[in-house]
């Protein structure tokens, strides 16, 4: 497993920024209400899958030259300079938002499919990972998609070190701990689950998600003084080995170029 995504240093501070903003259309997205009565699976291209990705993806490679006006050298100039040059691999990470939505959302997949969906998303984030600088702003997002991806494998010996790297890299970075906390509580661990949850809020005290989810667990957070704003969800996607990664809609994410 790479660990070479190592903290970004201050001069990132207005991408870790411009990445924050994105998360608000990637980690929370999927959840809601465009997420609602899917049956099947979603082609990677089609209107449904692309209103539960970041929207960066419809200008990544691949993507531009099969999603109608995405082939816009503007936009895909400004996501270059927004995301840096791992801009240019981040169709894998779209891809595997899909398979991971697909496997998370459709309703009429056997518990083989699924875990071959999650799978496939888990390579397609390794492919972004090996080929990520140190510095790439949306390391923790995608540790942190991985980490969940494992975890609902009942991977946990592989989710935990994504979890704890995504935290070293960005400590104020809400998802991973959550993501660490719904591990140990699928797992039966409550106490564990608090534990990591407390962790989160210690860094980020005015995190409404890891409020809920403590109150969840039975015991409400201690109250600060500071106002309680809504949080800013981390860099990047949406709502990250089993079986092959080829589609039930017939694409063939191992044929595609890099």
Known sequence: MNTTIRQAPARSTA?????AALAAGSTIGASGAA???????????SPQALSL????????????DEVPGANDPARIKYWY??????????????????????????????????K???????????????????????APEILTKRGEWHARLDANASAIPDFAKAIELKPDYWPAYAGMSDMYQRAGDTARAREWLEKGLAQVPDSRALRQKLAELG?????????????????????????????????????RPN
């Open 35 to 45: 997420a609602q009565g899917i049956s099947r699976e979603m082609s990677f291209y």
């Open 116 to 138: 071959a969906l999650y799978g496939a998303a888990i390579r397609e984030v390794n492919y972004v990972i090996r080929n990520s600088s140190p510095r790439f702003v949306l």
């Open 81 to 114: 300079g927004v995301l840096g040059g791992e801009f240019h691999h981040l169709h894998h990470y779209c891809w595997a938002l899909t398979h991971a939505n697909n496997a998370t959302f459709a309703s009429k997949l056997t518990t083989a499919r699924r």
């Open 219 to 255: 015991r409400a957070p201690r109250a600060t003084a500071r106002p309680e704003k809504a949080d800013a969800p981390a860099p990047g996607g949406k709502p990250d080995g089993a079986a092959g990664e080829a589609s039930s809609t017939g694409e063939q994410p191992a044929a």
């Open 15 to 19: 991408r870790w920024i411009l990445a």
């Open 53 to 64: 990705l970041p929207p960066y993806c419809r200008y990544t490679q691949i993507f531009r």
